[in-house]
């Protein structure tokens, strides 16, 4: 905002034509969606070409509805991807947690762990082996929520295709039509278009 570039204009004008080019479109909120927790977390390492910071994402579901989403610029510049990926686990860990409480609160009936997709094998190693954090020091302390979670039963961490990881839609610059595909799988629709 301070010092915009033709760069800055470019994707601007090109978020501004989408949206006008998209106006009957929104999220789809079923009425037999069942009451479970499901998130996919990611991360692109190394995105800005500034200062080579990761953005990281998630994206939380209650049944088949996503109720809670989330892209920022991590504050830390990682070594690995892999260290990037654990720190967006870790973001929605908590994410998981507070959503768990909020369900709590609410009284309502729900009975499964919640599920948690991370798409890196290796986050997914460190958050299920506690043993191996001791080769993981230089990893923020904070990151290791996620281990803590996991092994009180807060969720099941599970692996992903990177095909299916729908919070790729708020870490990376997909082509059209991966951009569709997981588009569709948040739960967005097109009033407009033909059924």
Not at 18 to 43: A, E, M, N, R, V
Not at 91 to 120: G, M, P
């Amino acid at each position: 905002m301070a010092e915009p570039t033709t760069n800055h204009y470019k994707a601007m004008t090109r978020v501004l034509r989408y949206i006008k080019g998209t106006p009957g479109q929104g999220l789809y909120y079923p009425t037999t969606s069942s009451i479970h927790i499901k998130g996919f977390s990611d991360s692109d390492w190394a995105t800005c070409p500034d200062t080579r910071k990761s953005v990281s994402g998630f994206c939380m579901f209650l049944g088949d509805s996503l109720i809670s989403w989330k892209s920022k610029k991590q504050t830390t510049v990682y070594h690995s991807s892999s260290e990037s990926e654990y720190r967006a686990l870790a973001i929605a860990s908590c994410e998981v947690q507070w959503l768990t409480y909020l369900l709590t609160d609410f009284q309502a009936d729900f009975k499964q762990l919640a599920l948690l997709y991370c798409d890196n094998n290796y986050a997914r190693y460190i958050a299920a082996n506690y043993v191996f954090h001791e080769r993981t020091k230089h990893i923020e302390i904070d990151c290791h929520v996620t281990c803590e979670r996991l092994q009180n039963k807060l969720f099941v961490l599970l692996p992903i295709s990177t095909h299916d990881q729908v919070a790729d839609l708020l870490t990376k610059a997909l082509e059209p039509i991966p951009f569709g595909y997981l588009l569709g799988k948040l739960g967005v629709l097109n009033i407009y278009s033909p059924a």
